[in-house]
């Protein structure tokens, strides 16, 4: 029973921190302790330390531990890419000498590819480009999305890489460059989740869905055999007959018969639901035509649309383009139909004066399902803006009029729904 314990409290805290490190930063979880949690210990806690380490020393170290603290929470290091390969590596040195043996042929072929496709995927997702934003770049990437005037207006710069900021990029503070179609910047990967990579980071995440899931079920089906070895009235879903002390016995009975391979099982088991709830978050913000980052902009404007100082009108078609901040051409098949913005009077903007953009009069918007996502095509065209790199939408015989008619009905962005049933 103790060692029992002492297996399913380990596998418990390691997926624990890895719950807190993988949905610490989602916006959806922004108001909630895990949020704390993540804050306490990347920010508060190093800080902390830090606080009473120049006390202790009288400032003496101040400047290593300043530039030591900084690397470790804002530089660019490998720390949790190599905790993560070492996780699945020693992991799998635990578990594979015992199940294999008794593994079946088929099996053993699954979980050969099962094993391999995390690291394939884990090295291309880490070590392709994301969509930097270059000079010799910028061109391609203001061509890749039109602005959509709600999210991303044209003409603004990026102060530090002195570029126009394309339309869905943003600057990554963590490794300090533009990136296109910047989702978040991703620990695990040592990486930017942007245009260039979110296909891998997608299928990385869908490989070790599936190899914890995997790795877990059959681990438990060969605990539960070692356990019905002792007891042949044994079974994972408890009998009825059985009483709960001799459940555990039989269970603690069947990891210490192969403890690496038990506590593996264990973990992957625990981890599995949080990998499978990461790959539906992000699956979820495909069928909306989002992104993290964006869905935080979505959350701000949800949050003005609230106090009543959201504002909407149209653009005109066909409208002139800026040809200084603004590409001529996209290869996005609409163009943007609104402008938003916002009052801090929570009135209408003088017609004439505070924007020039739009024609016709204000509309207050109260909700984010009546406000245009220009980014979202239908679960299908977002699908393969995601799967198939610099695809050209224009292509096919999608003209400008189609605008609008190719989103599918409006759905509830993840700033409305998730927020609400996470907090
Ligand atoms: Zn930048
Ligand atoms: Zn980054």
Redesign the pocket.
């Known amino acids: 029973m103790a060692l029992l314990a002492q297996v399913a409290l380990g596998a418990l805290a390691i997926a624990f921190m890895t719950f807190v490190a993988f949905f610490g930063r989602l916006p959806a979880l922004r108001h909630t302790p895990i949020a704390w949690l993540h804050r306490a210990i990347w920010i508060s806690i190093p800080n902390a330390i830090l606080a009473l380490d120049q006390r202790l020393t009288s400032g003496r170290l101040t400047s290593w531990t300043d530039r030591f603290g900084n690397y470790v929470m804002f530089g660019?290091h490998p720390t949790i890419l190599i905790f993560f390969f070492l996780l699945l590596t020693v992991g799998e040195y635990m578990y594979l000498p015992g199940a294999w043996p008794r593994m079946s042929a088929l099996h053993r072929l699954m979980g050969a590819i099962a094993i391999v496709l995390p690291y394939v995927f884990l090295y291309l997702a880490a070590y392709s480009d994301p969509g930097v934003i270059t000079p010799a770049t910028h061109s391609r990437w203001m061509s890749h999305y039109p602005y959509d005037f709600t999210l991303f207006h044209p003409g603004q710069t990026c102060r530090t890489c002195n570029l126009l900021k394309p339309a869905r990029s943003k600057h990554?503070a963590?490794?300090n460059r533009c990136?296109a179609k910047m989702d978040h910047?991703c620990v695990f990967i040592n990486?930017?989740v942007g245009y260039g990579n979110q296909h891998w980071f997608l299928l990385l995440l869908l490989s070790t869905a599936i190899l914890t899931a995997y790795g877990g079920t059959l681990g438990l089906r060969l605990v539960s055999q070692n356990a019905r070895a002792r007891s042949a009235a044994f079974n994972l879903w408890k009998p009825h007959s059985m009483p709960w002390r001799t459940y555990f016995v039989l269970l603690t009975i069947g990891i210490q018969d192969d403890v690496g391979l038990g506590s593996v099982t264990l973990l992957a088991a625990m981890t599995s639901p949080l990998v499978w709830g990461l790959l539906g978050y992000h699956a979820y913000l495909i069928y909306c035509g989002t992104t993290t980052n964006e869905s935080m902009k979505w959350q701000d404007w949800q949050a003005e649309m609230d106090d009543g100082f959201a504002f909407k009108r149209q653009l005109p078609t066909p409208r002139t383009k800026d040809p200084r901040v603004e590409a001529a051409w996209t290869r996005w098949p609409v163009e943007p139909v609104q402008v938003m913005v916002r009052t801090e009077d929570g009135e209408p903007p003088n017609s004439g004066s505070a924007s020039e953009l739009g024609v016709g009069e204000w509309e207050r918007v109260w909700h984010l399902r009546d406000v245009e996502n220009l980014y979202d095509l239908g679960l299908a065209d977002n699908m393969i803006d995601v799967f198939v790199p610099n695809h050209s939408f224009r292509a096919e015989t999608v003209t400008d009029l189609e605008r609008g008619r190719r989103s599918k009905k409006p759905k509830a962005r993840p700033g409305a729904g998730l927020v609400a049933a996470a907090t």
């Open positions: 660019r990554c963590v490794c990136v910047h990486n930017c």
